[in-house]
């Protein structure tokens, strides 16, 4: 709907022009790929934006255009897509350059930027605050990141949707390089249609129009970008400021898919007129003759390099047989249909539908993982511990463990369904947040780089091996950890490592795999100040308290001065103060927590 608006009422384009670059944009392989993330939330806003900003070319539009450009503008930052609200920031700014009412555009794109900031200050502000240390908000590692890069061979996939394969089943692994870890990209195809070329190749004919040279700027600027490391200098351009916040090269596609689709709404209005019109049935027979043979050359070329690259020839023959009939199917009866009918209602009635057939083929190709079961349904062991828990304790899953409790349909599920079910039902990364727990393994969505070593040097070495029991004894106690869900010899050999638990829950034939509630484990411990020597008038912990998300209270027996250890992620916005409201000093220690100097005769520590 977006799309449609910016084409129809932005730019002026035909219906049947509109909705054929709408259904492009929704149709390509990048919503598809996308339509599982976050990202998926910051794409109706872009289009919308635009629209609002182009609005204020009508005199005396400023502000009206401005708040509503602002509006949109905030639900890209508030959906969560940091890189889609930046870049959607230089690609209106180069809108505006490139239309002539850019006296009127320019002073409505910064009243909105300002009034957005302002609107989603809220948000935004805290993040920044809280993300300071985040190893996450300022970037994963270069090396991991840029494994997400788009290969210009790729590029063919243009003409043949899915030639590389889909998540379940991808034949382009060399794509990826020696070395890499991610071997299935996120974008598994780059197709928008075969029809859709046509209408770009007729689109690139009218390139006098400035919102079609804005629209192929666009497409040259991002594509080479999404190229990542198969781009020469793309390690320079990812060090710039800003720039290096963004992670994956695969995402510049976003922009790809829209200057395209743009180029593919423009080119349909004219392949319309080519199509319904029988003084033009001479034109349009030789742009079709052209688009069949340019789409023939380019499946030939990207069916080559894949059998090229896959392992088992005949499994790839298996695979691309179906794609390659279906496509040659439409792709001729586009080309006969528009040779031999000449009656102008029916030529007006096929071609919609041809377009449509045209897109829907490949959209069985990559379904959302989210369509195949609830991603929201609390998982056995989330049910469990909220089924006990009082408070959200930290919960663990034992790397070492191997057997899961899983859905019963597990083994007959596809690779990407049961990856996907897997980070559901295994809580990891931060799953366990939406069920209101607390995970040990990454204690937040922006947990520091700081508790990642910790993390990384106890229970995650780098190796890839299993901690032992003593190392996740030690991790349990350090961080702790309430609930852990490990297997029945590790809780044993846990027991003999000064581990008290006890079991609440067991799931496999033989109870193989248990939960168990950790009763030793505390959420903060005092340090005296001279290391080891607890005397009587050392004070202890009577209380922790956690009230909110945010402010936590101890009560202490008072003592001499000593330090407050609470296991907390420590952030530079913490504040502490002691009874009497007096500011008490927090300090970094070596583990990745909170240290509170206490002053003699302090008994309560108030955190926030």
């Not at 590389?164 to 382009?172: E, K, M, P, S």
């Not at 006969?336 to 069985?364: E, H, K, N, S």
């Not at 190392?471 to 961080?479: E, N, S």
Request: net charge positive; proline share 6%.
């Amino acid at each position: 709907l977006g799309m449609t608006a910016l084409l129809k009422r932005g730019f002026k384009v035909s219906w049947f022009g509109s909705l054929a670059g709408a259904a492009v944009f929704g149709a390509s392989g990048y919503a598809r790929g996308m339509w599982d993330t976050h990202n998926f939330m910051a794409l109706p806003w872009i289009p919308l934006g635009l629209l609002a900003l182009l609005y204020a070319r009508q005199p005396g539009k400023t502000i009206p255009a401005g708040l509503l450009t602002a509006l949109c503008w905030a639900m890209m930052i508030l959906g969560g897509d940091f890189q889609a609200a930046v870049l959607w920031v230089a690609c209106a700014g180069l809108l505006c350059l490139f239309l002539k009412e850019r006296a009127r555009l320019i002073p409505t794109l910064l009243l909105a930027l300002f009034l957005g900031l302002l609107l989603t200050a809220p948000q935004w502000l805290t993040t920044a605050l809280a993300s300071e240390d985040s190893y996450r908000a300022h970037g994963i590692d270069a090396k991991e990141a840029v494994e997400r890069s788009f290969h210009p061979l790729r590029l063919l996939e243009l003409f043949l949707p899915y030639a590389f394969g889909n998540r379940d089943l991808w034949f382009g692994q060399k794509l990826a390089g020696a070395g890499a870890v991610k071997l299935v990209p996120w974008i598994t195809s780059l197709g928008m249609g075969s029809l859709s070329l046509l209408a770009i190749l007729l689109a690139l004919r009218s390139l006098k129009k400035r919102a079609l040279q804005w629209a192929l700027l666009l497409v040259l600027v991002f594509t080479p970008l999404s190229f990542g490391r198969f781009l020469p200098g793309y390690s320079a351009w990812i060090g710039l400021p800003v720039i290096n916040l963004f992670r994956y090269p695969e995402k510049y596609l976003l922009w790809t898919t829209l200057g395209l689709s743009l180029l593919a709404g423009f080119g349909f209005e004219t392949l319309y007129a080519l199509w319904t019109s029988h003084r033009l049935r001479a034109a349009r027979i030789k742009w079709l003759a052209s688009w069949l043979t340019i789409l023939v050359l380019g499946s030939i070329a990207v069916v080559s390099a894949c059998f090229r690259m896959a392992a088992d020839g005949s499994n790839y023959a298996a695979w691309i047989s179906p794609r390659v009939l279906s496509s040659g199917l439409v792709c001729l009866a586009v080309f006969f249909l528009g040779f031999c009918i000449t009656q102008r209602a029916v030529l007006r009635m096929i071609l919609p539908v041809l377009l449509l057939i045209d897109l829907l083929l490949p959209w069985y190709m990559e379904h959302p993982t989210t369509s195949n079961f609830n991603p929201l349904a609390e998982p056995p062991v989330a049910q469990q511990i909220n089924a006990l828990q009082t408070s959200r304790d930290r919960v663990l899953q034992d790397p070492a463990l191997q057997q899961f409790p899983l859905p019963r349909d597990f083994a007959t599920l596809s690779l990407s369904k049961k990856q996907s079910i897997l980070f559901r039902e295994t809580l990891a990364f931060n799953t366990p947040c939406l069920w209101g727990l607390s995970t040990a393994a990454g204690f937040s969505p922006i947990e520091s780089s700081r508790m990642k070593d910790f993390r990384k040097s106890t229970i995650e070495p780098d190796d890839g091996s299993a901690p032992t029991a003593v190392q996740l004894a030690a991790f349990c106690k350090a961080a702790d950890v309430k609930w852990l869900v490990t297997s029945s010899p590790r809780a044993a050999a846990l027991g003999g490592c000064g581990i008290s638990s006890d079991t609440t829950a067991s799931w496999g034939q033989a109870g193989e795999t248990v939960l168990l509630h950790i009763t030793n484990t505390s959420p903060a411990e005092i340090i005296p100040l001279e290391a080891g020597k607890v005397t009587r008038k050392t004070p202890s912990i009577a209380l922790v308290w956690r009230i909110r998300p945010g402010v936590i209270r101890i009560d202490l027996k008072p003592g001499e001065d000593a330090s407050l250890l609470l296991k907390e992620t420590y952030a530079s916005g913490w504040h502490a103060i002691n009874q009497t409201g007096h500011p008490l000093r927090i300090q970094k220690t070596a583990s990745p927590f909170i240290s509170i100097e206490c002053p003699a005769g302090t008994t309560q520590v108030r955190l926030t």
